[in-house]
């Protein structure tokens, strides 16, 4: 298994423009979910998803957007960048109904916005 | 979502017993406890989870006093590659919403 995959490793946008950072899992865990580190803080949660087609507000989602067409994909876009969402995102996915809580990171994003 | 605090950093000698303490006032009923490991440049990695009393893995153990209002973490005999960010998080019962904190930077000295 490659586990949770990120793409790119490294971004650079100018303030206005668009993108959208790909995650990708191969372990069928139902649940996926995209968070932001700010350097010397720890994790924010932007938004969630519990499967196909259902998605959910965390902590921090002004700015983004998400989809869930399938269980193995859970992009996020940025529609107009700004310097306030230069970060580093990690995307993580979780099994659902055992009972357990572990989720499993991806190798993360960095993304600078001038 | 029970907001969490931790330590900023610990120093610990090689070889010894490591434990993290983490305050979570207003967990909720049915709140649970994990913790991650962070290194640098990394996606944090799961390290224990636990509802109460103690739970033990084969990297960690987990204390939960029966008020839940704390909970630490025992590392027992750190190398240097225990050298990480630990964090201490609080996730509602349906495990879909975490809050991470700013963590606790262990520094481990040879």
């Known amino acids: 298994n490659a586990g949770v995959t990120q793409t790119p490793k490294f971004q650079v946008l100018k303030t206005g423009q668009s993108m959208t950072l790909q995650c990708a899992q191969d372990m069928n865990h139902e649940y996926m979910s995209w968070y932001r580190q700010d350097p010397g803080m720890g994790l924010r949660l932007i938004h969630y998803s519990v499967g196909a087609g259902i998605t959910d507000q965390g902590e921090v989602p002004n700015g983004y957007n998400v989809s869930r067409s399938t269980t193995e994909d859970f992009p996020l876009r940025l529609l107009s960048a700004a310097p306030s969402q230069t970060s580093v995102y990690f995307c993580?996915?979780?099994?659902?109904?055992?009972?357990?809580?572990?989720?499993?990171f991806g190798p993360g994003t960095r993304l600078t916005v001038t | 979502l029970a907001k969490t605090t931790q330590p900023i950093s610990m120093d610990s000698y090689e070889g010894q017993e490591v434990n993290i303490t983490c305050s979570h006032n207003?967990?909720?009923?049915?709140?649970?406890i994990t913790w991650y490991q962070q290194f640098p440049s990394q996606g944090p990695r799961f390290i224990i989870q636990g509802y109460k009393t103690k739970v033990t893995n084969e990297v960690a153990s987990l204390f939960i006093p029966a008020d839940r209002k704390s909970s630490t973490l025992s590392l027992p005999r750190v190398s240097l590659s225990d050298t990480a960010v630990y964090y201490c998080?609080?996730?509602?019962?349906?495990?879909?919403?975490?809050?991470f904190g700013t963590g606790t930077s262990l520094t481990v000295i040879p």
């Open positions: 207003n967990i909720a009923t049915n709140d649970y």
């Open positions: 993580a996915s979780r099994l659902t109904g055992t009972g357990s809580y572990e989720q499993y």
């Open positions: 998080l609080v996730g509602d019962y349906t495990g879909n919403q975490f809050y």
